[in-house]
């Protein structure tokens, strides 16, 4: 362990050593005794953050500050937060050369990081001193957030969930860097145009991006294509070299990454594709000026948006090389300009493990094994020895279709060289296979890396399964479904080699940043150690029980909403009710996470009153919020989004339930929105059928915000209910065994719909075409689906979650129940804190120790 000045720094981490060219330079002593000194930065005070503030405002951005657009004075603005931060964080690069620990590379190919200036002002503790300063500059700082674009690095929980986890790290002072693409243009922005999904370039980079520091010196070339050679040595030994057609250049974007309050800033680094010859000036002078550029579209096509549409030949092929780009960039980083030159490769495992964040990385074991073989001489064994030790996996859903499978055609056709590892490491293990178990031939194609039917295809999850040194589910459901259907074979090959995470969020971003309301009241009651260790929420249980506190809590909540109205109204031109109760179903669009079951149930509360079933006076006031994506390509989910928007079209727009039931789709739903709307919420719709999902972490955070979850047992959902009580649970529909018993016995969704008069009038309903102007076909599709397929089960479950509504119903009339339950889930919750999930990864699997 070392001791650091947190305000000292020296020269910098892996991409500011002196270099030549791409590669690692000379090193040497600089002669000017100033160089070795540490920089300093001044502890920061209101007048010389003025001052630095204006400095950048006039040096960097060319303008006076009554000149001064917003966009000017953000910028300068981040660019005086990141100055504070630079010498911490060049100081942590120093001192990791100085005194080298095993390292974190944590891969992915999402990063939803949220709008960096707040976090990275809470994480330096200049968040009052900034608001102070701007005041007297006449800048309000809200304003200043609002500028912000947030980077549309990731679609859901798996990029959220990686953020979280850099953070904890930095927080915990353990050694990271995370690795993945910079997207041009990211997720698309979503628009709705006669309540249809419309997909926008989301251009967040069209203003500048302060928080990010390009080393376009530090490219590293990727290769793709081509063809294998094999020769034969002297000595009869074989050496196989890898040809390639083509390539490009990954240019990294590094991004700083701060612990709170810690001094630690650790780095995220992003690669941007770039041509490796941009621009033919001959074929540019003879007048093609579009080929002249080809080159350069053509390379950049590779980090332009997050997962191109994957449905045609093409897409799929550009999915294929984002994930090889990012992952042979990222390795080359870490073994050619991180480890000292003379570095023994043997013991690359006690440097530095690679975290696979699901399926998209996992080429990266074939790239690591060519460099050890191909590059540094490795024979076949020792790479695989090695390898298996740098490696551990992390499997985020229980969907087949979500598990990778590269055809062998384009694999072999783009990476011949790693379909050629691929081969020879699945013959090693197939070896093994039949070493324990005998010539069981149906196990042996069970496991093996190549599936032959219906495509001769590369399972990317086995490849993963067999390189990790552990694999792990992300909720204690999760990984027991993984180990008893996902991957049984395996299980019962290595079952030490299987192990659970369940997934956490940061609690400085979701709940210190995002509702400082509830922060401060619960600092004020139990103090503010709980931001770093957040089990000591505990330590609110008692305050469930005090009509002050909870009177308190409830004037948080109302703050909240309120807040949140006015957002919605300015944003969208929604307007909602602050005095209803905040029903919120906001994830990623698809049939698992039946958003379908939601829409049955306000439809229903709908056609209940309109038809005199349901006296409106007995209900309490509802607003129904949903926000989701849907996959471009993903025709069932954009449907959905359709007939959310026209029920709640009709809804809202129908006097006979006004001020009772309200629906609202605001679009583009994000992590700044999210941070305004969960902290509002009050019920909190994890309702994917058991055994679907992972874990959801979206669940975790209203739980922690003081939102009462109605759910199924699936994913986190289970480790929700087991912490804050089935008294402050609403639970609902089958288990996941009760799901596997209907689907073997054979599920006929009609029987349901035929049986349960409420379900046959919503889905009529739905059918007459009362929300689409009369046409029956525009969502016939939607009601065939459900009627003869509904492969999550959705009206199965239909009854059961209606009565759950009705429990909801009564329970939220007693505002002192409700309440008392809001604060226990909020002081149950502690469990779901990133933190603990990063000292479980430490302990079970990467076995990194913090730097102090």
């Given at each position: 362990?070392?001791?650091?000045?947190?305000?000292?720094?020296?020269?910098?981490?892996?991409?500011?050593?002196?270099?030549?060219?791409?590669?690692?330079?000379?090193?040497?002593?600089?002669?000017?005794?100033?160089?070795?000194?540490?920089?300093?930065?001044?502890?920061?005070?209101?007048?010389?953050?003025?001052?630095?503030?204006?400095?950048?405002?006039?040096?960097?951005?060319?303008?006076?500050?009554?000149?001064?657009?917003?966009?000017?004075?953000?910028?300068?603005?981040?660019?005086?937060?990141?100055?504070?931060?630079?010498?911490?964080?060049?100081?942590?690069?120093?001192?990791?050369?100085?005194?080298?620990?095993?390292?974190?590379?944590?891969?992915?190919?999402?990063?939803?990081?949220?709008?960096?200036?707040?976090?990275?002002?809470?994480?330096?503790?200049?968040?009052?001193?900034?608001?102070?300063?701007?005041?007297?500059?006449?800048?309000?700082?809200?304003?200043?957030?609002?500028?912000?674009?947030?980077?549309?690095?990731?679609?859901?929980?798996?990029?959220?969930?990686?953020?979280?986890?850099?953070?904890?790290?930095?927080?915990?002072?353990?050694?990271?860097?995370?690795?993945?693409?910079?997207?041009?243009?990211?997720?698309?922005?979503?628009?709705?145009?006669?309540?249809?999904?419309?997909e926008q370039p989301d251009n967040w980079l069209a203003l500048g991006c302060p928080w990010e520091f390009p080393h376009p010196e530090h490219a590293v070339q990727v290769n793709f294509g081509g063809r294998t050679e094999t020769t034969t040595d002297a000595d009869g030994s074989e050496k196989t070299e890898w040809i390639p057609d083509w390539n490009v250049l990954g240019v990294p974007y590094n991004y700083m990454v701060p612990g709170y309050l810690n001094g630690r800033v650790n780095t995220l680094r992003l690669w941007s594709a770039q041509a490796t010859k941009a621009f033919d000036l001959q074929i540019f002078n003879?007048?093609?000026?579009?080929?002249?550029?080809?080159?350069?579209?053509?390379?950049?096509?590779?980090?332009?948006?997050?997962?191109?549409?994957?449905?045609?030949?093409?897409?799929?092929?550009?999915?294929?090389?984002?994930?090889?780009?990012?992952?042979?960039?990222?390795?080359?980083?870490?073994?050619?300009?991180?480890?000292?030159?003379?570095?023994?490769?043997?013991?690359?495992?006690?440097?530095?493990?690679?975290?696979?964040?699901?399926?998209?990385?996992?080429?990266?074991?074939?790239?690591?094994?060519?460099?050890?073989?191909?590059?540094?001489?490795?024979?076949?064994?020792?790479?695989?020895?090695?390898?298996?030790?740098?490696?551990?996996?992390?499997?985020?859903?229980?969907?087949?279709?979500?598990?990778?499978?590269?055809?062998?055609?384009?694999?072999?056709?783009?990476?011949?060289?790693?379909?050629?590892?691929?081969?020879?490491?699945?013959?090693?293990?197939?070896?093994?296979?039949?070493?324990?178990?005998?010539?069981?031939?149906?196990?042996?194609?069970?496991?093996?890396?190549?599936?032959?039917?219906?495509?001769?295809?590369?399972?990317?999850?086995?490849?993963?399964?067999?390189?990790?040194?552990?694999?792990?589910?992300?909720?204690?459901?999760?990984?027991?479904?993984?180990?008893?259907?996902?991957?049984?074979?395996?299980?019962?090959?290595?079952?030490?080699?299987?192990?659970?995470?369940?997934?956490?969020?940061?609690?400085?971003?979701?709940?210190?940043?995002?509702?400082?309301?509830?922060?401060?009241?619960?600092?004020?009651?139990?103090?503010?150690?709980?931001?770093?260790?957040?089990?000591?929420?505990?330590?609110?249980?008692?305050?469930?029980?005090?009509?002050?506190?909870?009177?308190?809590?409830?004037?948080?909540?109302?703050?909240?909403?309120?807040?949140?109205?006015?957002?919605?109204?300015?944003?969208?031109?929604?307007?909602?009710?602050e005095n209803h109760m905040l029903d919120v179903m906001v994830k990623r669009l698809h049939e698992y996470k039946r958003q379908s079951l939601k829409m049955l149930h306000v439809v229903t509360l709908y056609n209940e009153i309109i038809s005199g079933r349901l006296d409106p006076a007995t209900l309490q006031g509802r607003t129904v919020l949903f926000g989701a994506k849907a996959a471009p390509g993903y025709k069932m989910a954009k449907d959905t989004i359709h007939l959310i928007n026209k029920v709640a079209e009709v809804i809202n727009s129908d006097e006979r339930?006004?001020?009772?039931?309200?629906?609202?789709?605001?679009?583009?739903?994000?992590?700044?929105?999210?941070?305004?709307?969960?902290?509002?919420?009050?019920?909190?719709?994890?309702?994917?059928?058991?055994?679907?999902?992972?874990?959801?972490?979206?669940?975790?955070?209203?739980?922690?915000?003081?939102?009462?979850?109605?759910?199924?047992?699936?994913?986190?959902?289970?480790?929700?209910?087991?912490?804050?009580?089935?008294?402050?649970?609403?639970?609902?529909?089958?288990?996941?065994?009760?799901?596997?018993?209907?689907?073997?016995?054979?599920?006929?969704?009609?029987?349901?719909?035929?049986?349960?008069?409420?379900?046959?009038?919503?889905?009529?309903?739905?059918?007459?075409?009362?929300?689409?102007?009369?046409?029956?076909?525009?969502?016939?599709?939607?009601?065939?689906?459900?009627?003869?397929?509904?492969?999550?089960?959705?009206?199965?479950?239909?009854?059961?979650?209606?009565?759950?509504?009705?429990?909801?119903?009564?329970?939220?009339?007693?505002?002192?129940?409700?309440?008392?339950?809001?604060?226990?889930?909020?002081?149950?919750?502690?469990?779901?804190?990133?933190?603990?999930?990063?000292?479980?990864?430490?302990?079970?699997?990467?076995?990194?120790?913090?730097?102090?």
């Amino acid at each position: 362990m070392s001791t650091t000045d947190f305000h000292s720094a020296s020269p910098v981490h892996d991409d500011e050593s002196p270099r030549t060219g791409r590669n690692r330079g000379p090193q040497f002593e600089p002669a000017h005794p100033l160089a070795k000194a540490p920089v300093s930065t001044p502890p920061p005070t209101v007048d010389g953050f003025v001052k630095e503030f204006l400095h950048e405002l006039n040096s960097n951005q060319g303008v006076s500050l009554e000149n001064s657009s917003v966009n000017d004075q953000y910028m300068a603005l981040a660019q005086t937060v990141r100055n504070y931060l630079m010498a911490r964080w060049l100081e942590t690069e120093r001192l990791q050369r100085q005194e080298p620990h095993k390292k974190v590379a944590y891969l992915s190919a999402e990063y939803l990081l949220g709008r960096q200036l707040g976090n990275n002002l809470l994480s330096s503790g200049l968040i009052d001193i900034a608001e102070e300063a701007l005041r007297q500059c006449g800048i309000d700082f809200a304003v200043m957030r609002a500028q912000e674009v947030e980077p549309g690095l990731g679609n859901g929980g798996l990029g959220r969930l990686a953020a979280c986890f850099i953070d904890s790290l930095a927080t915990m002072n353990v050694p990271c860097v995370g690795y993945g693409i910079r997207y041009e243009y990211g997720i698309f922005r979503q628009t709705f145009v006669d309540g249809k999904q419309v997909e926008q370039p989301d251009n967040w980079l069209a203003l500048g991006c302060p928080w990010e520091f390009p080393h376009p010196e530090h490219a590293v070339q990727v290769n793709f294509g081509g063809r294998t050679e094999t020769t034969t040595d002297a000595d009869g030994s074989e050496k196989t070299e890898w040809i390639p057609d083509w390539n490009v250049l990954g240019v990294p974007y590094n991004y700083m990454v701060p612990g709170y309050l810690n001094g630690r800033v650790n780095t995220l680094r992003l690669w941007s594709a770039q041509a490796t010859k941009a621009f033919d000036l001959q074929i540019f002078n003879s007048g093609d000026y579009a080929d002249a550029v080809r080159a350069q579209t053509f390379a950049e096509n590779i980090s332009k948006v997050l997962y191109p549409e994957d449905s045609t030949p093409q897409g799929k092929e550009l999915r294929l090389q984002q994930q090889y780009f990012f992952v042979a960039a990222s390795l080359h980083d870490y073994i050619h300009n991180t480890l000292e030159p003379d570095f023994d490769l043997h013991k690359l495992d006690e440097r530095i493990i690679f975290q696979l964040n699901d399926t998209h990385p996992v080429i990266a074991v074939p790239e690591l094994m060519r460099i050890l073989i191909d590059e540094k001489g490795f024979d076949f064994d020792e790479a695989w020895e090695v390898t298996q030790r740098c490696f551990a996996y992390t499997c985020h859903t229980l969907l087949p279709e979500a598990l990778e499978v590269w055809p062998v055609e384009l694999l072999g056709r783009l990476l011949p060289r790693h379909l050629e590892l691929i081969y020879q490491i699945n013959d090693a293990f197939l070896e093994a296979v039949r070493a324990k178990f005998g010539n069981d031939e149906m196990r042996v194609r069970r496991m093996s890396i190549i599936a032959e039917h219906p495509t001769r295809s590369v399972r990317m999850a086995y490849l993963a399964t067999v390189a990790g040194s552990k694999v792990n589910g992300v909720a204690a459901l999760h990984s027991q479904l993984l180990r008893d259907k996902v991957l049984p074979d395996f299980n019962e090959f290595w079952p030490e080699k299987f192990t659970n995470v369940t997934n956490g969020v940061t609690p400085r971003r979701f709940v210190r940043l995002a509702n400082r309301s509830l922060s401060s009241l619960i600092s004020d009651s139990i103090g503010s150690g709980w931001v770093t260790d957040l089990e000591r929420l505990r330590e609110l249980e008692p305050y469930a029980e005090d009509p002050e506190f909870r009177a308190a809590f409830r004037q948080v909540k109302r703050t909240n909403k309120v807040k949140l109205a006015r957002l919605l109204e300015q944003r969208d031109g929604i307007v909602i009710d602050e005095n209803h109760m905040l029903d919120v179903m906001v994830k990623r669009l698809h049939e698992y996470k039946r958003q379908s079951l939601k829409m049955l149930h306000v439809v229903t509360l709908y056609n209940e009153i309109i038809s005199g079933r349901l006296d409106p006076a007995t209900l309490q006031g509802r607003t129904v919020l949903f926000g989701a994506k849907a996959a471009p390509g993903y025709k069932m989910a954009k449907d959905t989004i359709h007939l959310i928007n026209k029920v709640a079209e009709v809804i809202n727009s129908d006097e006979r339930v006004q001020g009772k039931l309200k629906v609202a789709f605001p679009a583009n739903y994000n992590v700044t929105l999210a941070e305004k709307l969960i902290p509002a919420a009050e019920l909190s719709e994890q309702i994917s059928q058991a055994g679907m999902e992972a874990s959801g972490t979206g669940n975790m955070k209203f739980a922690l915000n003081g939102a009462l979850t109605i759910g199924t047992d699936d994913g986190a959902n289970v480790e929700i209910r087991e912490k804050v009580g089935d008294d402050n649970f609403f639970l609902f529909g089958m288990t996941e065994p009760e799901v596997s018993a209907l689907g073997e016995k054979g599920y006929n969704p009609a029987e349901y719909y035929e049986k349960d008069e409420r379900l046959k009038g919503a889905l009529d309903l739905i059918a007459s075409g009362a929300f689409s102007d009369g046409d029956r076909q525009v969502f016939e599709p939607i009601v065939s689906n459900l009627l003869y397929q509904d492969r999550f089960m959705a009206l199965a479950d239909y009854a059961s979650y209606l009565e759950a509504q009705e429990r909801v119903e009564k329970y939220y009339a007693d505002e002192d129940a409700w309440t008392r339950s809001a604060v226990l889930n909020v002081a149950r919750s502690g469990y779901f804190s990133s933190d603990r999930s990063m000292k479980d990864y430490i302990r079970e699997i990467w076995h990194t120790q913090p730097v102090m």
